[in-house]
């Protein structure tokens, strides 16, 4: 069974930090392509940041970029989301996201969620 189980959020004074991490299970890690998702209240979806399964490449959306920072622990099957000078706008739900190809198919999950809520 995949499970990706997010943690981290909380309430955060404007300027403040949060590490946020997704456990990943019933899949393989390594091999995945990961990402971190948001939703703020009556907005779509966004692509927070992205870090490849080979060679650990990065990207970040223009709004977090210098101040986001998105890692792996393969050996922990964990993905993390270090989040600095965070500001109002970064309120949302922040999911992750995994990737796969098995056979030329792709396979992907989504993990529930965690609040993130930042205080002016």
């Known amino acids: 069974q995949v499970q990706l189980v997010e943690s981290g959020g909380g309430l955060v004074e404007s300027g403040g930090s949060l590490r946020l991490s997704c456990r990943a299970s019933?899949?393989?890690?390594?091999?995945?392509?990961m990402s971190w998702y948001r939703q703020a209240p009556g907005k779509e979806r966004e692509l927070v940041a992205g870090?490849?399964?080979?060679?650990?490449?990065?990207n970040y959306a223009d709004s977090v970029k210098g101040r986001f920072t998105i890692s792996r622990d393969n050996a922990k099957n964990t993905l993390y989301l270090q989040m600095n000078s965070l500001k109002p706008e970064d309120t949302a739900i922040y999911c992750c996201?995994?990737?796969?190809?098995?056979?030329?198919?792709?396979?992907?999950?989504w993990g529930q969620g965690t609040q993130v809520t930042v205080s002016s």
């Open positions: 019933g899949f393989t890690f390594r091999s995945a392509a």
């Open positions: 996201y995994a990737e796969q190809y098995i056979d030329g198919l792709k396979y992907d999950y």
């Open positions: 870090i490849t399964n080979v060679g650990g490449s990065t």
